[in-house]
């Protein structure tokens, strides 16, 4: 079945329409065992019917993976065939963000399969089958009470759900090892950032049935449910990113964007149809320049340089002066230090750890960071990093609207797109060098403990960006209207 | 962190009425004489219990100047429960009310439970509206009446909770049609109408979506084991300051 949505999605280039690939409800629902499968798989529950069947599906379906799309125009520079998963990831990234999950999660089973990696689905089949009776329970029609693994709460999976069934994989380690999933999470944060046309994708976000906030929400709830069937079993991963990213209202300011995004949107469509033919003609002509400022097709993958406290500050700083609206990024750019400075300090601890007793590993613990607690301390920043972000937009779009100042929308537009593009590649950075830090921390911890914390937080960070990414497509309506409000 | 249902509150009113302080008590329990002027909307949310049930306000407190009027008109759509604030030290706040009043029922659900608060009643020496004018206001319009102080904290918690408590009582009695006019499109139709109380886990997952949003109920998700290690972090949590 991922196969089928896999080509769906493939074929839908940005150019065509973004109806074409919407997702319903019904998709969402048929999407299901792939998502919830490795869920259930992580409560240790028994797996049901449809979720069996979905995996015969899958690996019967996994060559096709490997094909590439000759079809797709251009593929990024120097990625060879990784161009073509990955821009059948960013189609189904922007066509929904019900599928963000999901493109992910086919993505790095591209990724996988193209690495000769086995697929999560696999390696958490396997290391299910060989520990517990319960597995074998897939042939059983029982399903357990219901709640947490019913289909539906699958549906619109979280990536975190993913990560962590990648983490309870457990026994199983991941051939590629360190290097693949480094790649695999480069290439995910690249290929997310990607984007496409902004109009398309604004439209795909504004028709779909459920807003992006909604999916959020129920993510996070189920989340939630996790977090209470897995405390038994789970022993790490204790910071939950949908929990944190709504505690710092991430939710609550994205989905007051949405709610003047939407406005935004019906205002435009009203003022155009209540004007004369030319006229609209004309206004759209207009709008077209602010449209392609919301493409991102000028991310640039190859400059990654990390930046300073200072450097990114002023950054931010001047890009928000740019916007000439009275909201400054001082939550973020606090933030964003804090991770930074704790980075810093699990660095120093860690070395003067090595220096002072590099053999007692045991009472060294005791001072230096755990892997999980660098693992937990990452999730939190992405996580708060990510809300701050929703809230900057959200207030921009507010001041924007108010009208405070009037400079052109498009140098708004610019701006914001050069924004969403620093803290793309500041949550790139971030989980990079929090990798970094994972692998030298846990050098001595097995494989099948580190592996996951690093997916953990790579998968994570691509889902931060993309995060960010939608809520900036938001901003297209709100920019819209202000323009032609600008003009009347 | 588990609930049972999640209310969405809005707080409007003229500006300085005490709207952000009234949310920062609530959620903080603390009171802070100098408030920023509020850009558009800030966000608290707190754990409340009612009849056993755990349920999350998430509560958006809007700017009251008049130049984000209609900014603001966008965000009471899904609230469940709204509480309208004037200062019994300001006359013009009280003469507002009206105006606010017509607002909030324009643009959200006929449901919405609004709670009138006439707010800084420990200034009782510069009070300007009578607590019967209040009352009588409130009467005339069918509104739940309270005097507070965010400064005092007095009756501040009463005010949120109160509010929830008609909100609960209304999704009892069915008023509130968790499951919403719309339809959810995947459900087989026998399974449309159902009673707000019901458990059936399936379909909660589904309610979280389009079909509450509306009027500002979501329900929460279940927990098989509450009060698990992760649940520390939630409690009570205030959105803070803008950027």
Not at chain 1, 377 to 404: D, R, Y
Request: glycine residues 8%.
């Amino acid at each position: 079945m991922s196969g089928e949505n896999e080509n769906t999605m493939d074929n839908t280039s940005p150019q065509e329409s973004p109806d074409g690939a919407e997702p319903t409800g019904l998709d969402s629902v048929e999407k299901v065992p792939v998502v919830s499968e490795p869920v259930a798989v992580t409560r240790k529950r028994p797996e049901s019917k449809s979720n069996s069947v979905s995996m015969e599906e899958e690996e019967e379906k996994a060559p096709e993976k490997k094909d590439p799309e000759p079809s797709e125009p251009k593929s990024p520079s120097g990625w060879g065939s990784w161009g073509n998963w990955g821009k059948s990831l960013i189609s189904t990234a922007s066509a929904t963000v019900a599928t963000v999950g999901h493109g992910i999660s086919t993505a790095i089973e591209k990724a996988e399969s193209t690495l000769g990696v086995p697929s999560p689905v696999e390696l958490s089949f396997r290391s299910n089958v060989e520990p517990t009776e319960d597995a074998n329970a897939s042939d059983s029609p029982a399903v357990p009470g219901g709640e947490s693994s019913s289909p539906m709460a699958g549906a619109l999976g979280f990536l975190s759900s993913i990560s962590t069934a990648v983490q309870s994989t457990g026994k199983t380690v991941l051939t590629g090892g360190l290097d693949a999933l480094e790649f695999i999470g480069k290439k995910t944060m690249d290929v997310i950032a990607e984007g496409d046309p902004g109009f398309k994708k604004t439209k795909g976000l504004m028709n779909r049935n459920s807003t992006l906030s909604q999916v959020l929400r129920e993510a996070k709830e189920r989340e939630e449910q996790r977090v209470g069937s897995a405390a038994e079993t789970q022993t790490h991963g204790k910071a939950h990113y949908g929990l944190l990213f709504d505690e710092h209202q991430g939710l609550a300011h994205l989905e007051a964007l949405e709610l003047l995004s939407k406005e935004s949107e019906a205002k435009v469509k009203s003022i155009l149809s209540a004007q004369p033919g030319e006229k609209v003609v004309e206004l759209k002509t207009e709008l077209e320049p602010l449209k392609e400022t919301f493409s991102l097709e000028e991310f640039d993958d190859d400059d990654e340089v990390e930046k300073g406290d200072e450097d990114f500050s002023q950054e931010i700083a001047s890009l928000f002066a740019s916007l000439q609206i009275t909201v400054r990024p001082d939550k973020l750019t606090r933030a964003r230090k804090a991770a930074y400075i704790w980075m810093t300090e699990v660095e120093a601890k860690g070395m003067e750890e090595n220096a002072e007793e590099p053999e007692t590993e045991t009472s060294g613990k005791k001072k230096k960071a755990t892997v999980e607690e660098i693992h937990d301390l990452a999730i939190h920043s992405l996580a708060e990093l990510t809300a701050c972000s929703m809230e900057l937009f959200h207030k921009s779009a507010t001041l924007i609207l108010h009208g405070e100042t009037q400079v052109p929308a498009v140098s708004r537009g610019k701006a914001l797109s050069q924004m969403t593009i620093t803290l793309c590649k500041e949550l790139s950075l971030l989980s990079k060098k929090v990798t970094t830090l994972l692998t030298t921390t846990g050098a001595l911890e097995k494989s099948d403990v580190l592996n996951p914390l690093i997916t953990g937080v790579f998968l994570e960070a691509s889902n931060s960006a993309s995060y960010i990414q939608d809520a900036f497509q938001l901003l297209l309506p709100v920019l819209e209207i202000s323009h032609i409000q600008s003009q009347t | 962190m588990a609930y049972a249902y999640l209310f969405k509150y809005i707080i409007i009113g003229d500006t300085g009425v005490g709207k952000s302080c009234l949310l920062l008590q609530f959620t903080d329990k603390r009171f802070q004489p100098v408030h920023d002027l509020t850009i558009g909307v800030e966000f608290g949310a707190r754990m409340i219990t009612i009849d056993g049930k755990q349920i999350k306000l998430q509560i958006w407190d809007t700017a009251g100047q008049e130049s984000f009027r209609s900014i603001t008109r966008s965000y009471y759509r899904g609230a469940a429960g709204a509480l309208l604030v004037y200062d019994i030290t300001r006359r013009d706040t009280f003469n507002h009310l009206t105006t606010w009043l017509e607002d909030a029922r324009q643009h959200s659900n006929s449901n919405m439970v609004i709670m009138l608060i006439a707010n800084k009643s420990d200034l009782e020496s510069r009070r300007e509206v009578k607590k019967e004018e209040g009352e009588a206001f409130a009467r005339e319009h069918g509104l739940v009446f309270m005097e507070t102080s965010a400064k005092t904290a007095s009756n501040v918690e009463e005010a949120f909770i109160n509010t929830a408590k008609e909100i609960y009582e209304k999704i009892q009695e069915g008023v509130f049609d968790i499951n919403n006019e719309t339809p959810i499109p995947w459900i087989p139709s026998e399974l449309q109408w159902r009673p707000v109380t019901a458990r059936s886990s399936d379909l909660r997952q589904l309610q979280t979506g389009d079909s509450c949003e509306a009027n500002g109920i979501k329900i929460g998700p279940q927990h098989s084991t509450p009060g698990s290690p992760g649940s520390h972090l939630g409690g009570q949590q205030a959105g803070g300051g803008c950027c």
